[in-house]
């Protein structure tokens, strides 16, 4: 497809299991962003790539988040021992490149984790 | 803590101009605004951005005062489909970490 494209769209897990996230961005896009969205609130950062490297993983809030691209192409963002406040709308995006006034970030409609 | 400031919602008639205000006072010489949208269950969606001139494209006009310390984001003539939650936002040293606020929710009332 043309967009961003993000699977699951809907997880619904138990406490304490692993969860993985998956992205396919806009083919030849290099840059790659993850955004966390609780309900009703704004975009929270949570990492970028360059390529396959990850210049920015100030955004994870713990280290139970990990993620990871490769080829330049699909990232997974993995969850490890889920806990009820990872509820929420994990977003993706996109983009041809990171620098400044780089223009616009591509989103996928997001995949919505709820953590039982 | 968001860079800006958004009424939390507008209302705007169907046809009419939507005129969404946005302040960003602490705003740097090299940052950039941008204005995305969402749109309910939906990601987000790029509208347009813009430095120091105003700028328009086939969605809105983007107006940016001369000290560059508010700007106004401007759907021409507005529909029933532009009912979401508009961001404005200030771009830090490059555009990946973009710091998004509430935003303000514009319902578009026939």
């Known amino acids: 497809g043309a967009g961003v494209s993000q699977s699951p769209s809907n997880k619904v897990t138990e406490k304490g299991k692993d969860v993985e996230l998956r992205c396919d961005p806009i083919?030849?896009?290099?840059?790659l962003y993850w955004y966390r969205q609780s309900l009703g609130q704004g975009l929270e950062f949570l990492i970028y790539?360059?390529?396959?490297?990850?210049?920015?993983k100030s955004g994870l809030p713990s280290d139970r988040f990990s993620a990871e691209r490769t080829g330049g192409s699909v990232s997974t963002l993995t969850i490890q021992r889920t806990q009820q406040e990872d509820s929420a709308v994990y977003l993706c995006?996109?983009?041809?490149?990171?620098?400044?006034?780089?223009?616009?970030?591509?989103f996928g409609e997001g995949s919505r984790l709820t953590v039982l | 803590d968001a860079k800006t400031t958004q009424p939390p919602s507008m209302d705007c008639a169907e046809g009419r101009a939507a005129n969404l205000p946005c302040n960003h006072s602490?705003?740097?010489?090299?940052?950039?605004v941008y204005w995305y949208r969402q749109i309910h269950s939906q990601g987000p969606q790029y509208i347009i951005h813009?430095?120091?001139?105003?700028e328009t494209n086939e969605m809105a006009s983007l107006i940016i005062t001369e000290d560059r310390k508010s700007s106004t984001l401007i759907l021409p003539h507005a529909t029933l489909r532009d009912t979401a939650v508009y961001y404005c936002?200030?771009?830090?040293?490059?555009?990946?970490?973009?710091?998004w606020g509430a935003g303000t929710k514009l319902i578009i009332k026939p």
């Open positions: 995006a996109s983009s041809l490149n990171s620098g400044q006034g780089a223009g616009e970030l591509f």
């Open positions: 083919s030849g896009h290099t840059a």
């Open positions: 790539f360059q390529g396959n490297s990850a210049p920015d």
């Open positions: 602490t705003i740097s010489g090299n940052e950039y």
């Open positions: 813009g430095l120091k001139n105003n």
């Open positions: 936002i200030v771009s830090p040293d490059s555009n990946y970490q973009l710091i």
